[in-house]
């Protein structure tokens, strides 16, 4: 019998285990379990909250095909909010690490709850072999790749994992679907990677699309998000300020040019708790 509870940030929906109360002898194996459709809960994945010796707290995340993932931008923002909320600390201001990397988080309150986060996302990694990709360069933009016989100009950037960008002329009838997971598995990325379908609508707002390794279509992705800015800043697209528009919802982004971090603000839903029977 495990307790849990689901969450979303603007769509973007996982299982969120308290690890400071329960013992998951494998949460991969678990988070495909509960993820399922019919089945379980029909979740984009599993994130545990656990301790951790570098920051407040720790979050591991796991895809709904049991694949672990370093970093999860909607995801990182219900931690924090489940960290506040249900009482595992009493800041506002606190670091949460993923990946090994540590982000700090800003929650702004109403009620004495978290209304929205804003996360400090660090610093975009554009070196294309640390992205990684076989592609050389920093940074990585306008790289042709095909799938399905349909040619894309992608722009690579790490935000915490890799993110690949191309612009569309519009994402809705863009064949995310199809040739997503082409792309996500091409040998270009050792790892694989999230593949970004955007319509820029003005220099302040962004529409997108996105196909995540190891889970498929998202209505949200916040990792995505602030690769898309940092993409439309990187080809004069948009200011560095700027919405970035998802199925799920609108993200607020922004990648400072003072300390180089992209930060992002949204927010943190809580949807049900329950209590999982099955073996």
């Known amino acids: 019998m495990i307790h849990f509870t689901k969450m979303e940030g603007i769509g973007n929906d996982y299982v969120y285990i308290n690890g400071f109360q329960e013992h998951i002898e ?7 379990k509960m993820s399922r459709y019919h089945f ?7 994130i545990m909250i656990l301790p951790s010796d570098k920051a407040d707290f720790r979050m591991q995340m796991f895809n709904n095909d049991g694949s672990e993932s370093e970093m999860c931008g909607n995801g990182i923002r219900c931690v924090a909010a489940y960290c506040h ?3 595992l600390t009493d800041k506002t ?3 949460i690490e993923s990946g090994g990397q540590i982000k700090v988080m800003h929650l702004t309150l109403e009620g004495g709850k978290t209304k929205a986060v804003r996360v400090d996302m660090g610093e975009p990694v554009l070196d294309g072999l640390r992205i990684p990709s076989t592609v050389a360069g920093e940074p990585v933009v306008g790289h042709p790749m095909t799938a399905n016989g349909n040619t894309y100009h992608f722009t690579f950037v790490n935000m915490g994992n890799p993110h690949a960008v191309c612009f569309v002329e519009d994402p809705l009838t863009a064949p995310v679907t199809v040739d997503g997971p082409v792309l996500e598995c091409d040998p270009t990325f050792p790892n694989k990677a999230n593949i970004e379908f955007v319509r820029v609508m003005n220099r302040t707002h962004a529409k997108m699309r996105v196909w995540e390794r190891g889970t498929g ?9 602030c690769a898309v800015l940092v993409a439309c800043v990187l080809g004069g697209l948009t200011e560095r300020k700027a919405e970035v528009e998802l199925p799920g919802g609108v993200l607020e982004l922004e990648w400072n040019e003072q300390d180089n971090h992209v930060y992002m603000t949204g927010p943190a839903t809580f949807v049900y708790d329950g209590v999982w029977l099955q073996d």
């Open 26 to 32: 494998d949460p991969a194996a678990l988070a495909v």
């Open 40 to 46: 379980g809960c029909y979740s984009d994945g599993l």
């Open 85 to 87: 909320d249900r009482g």
């Open 93 to 95: 201001e606190f670091t």
């Open 217 to 225: 279509e998202t209505l949200a992705c916040g990792t995505g998000a």
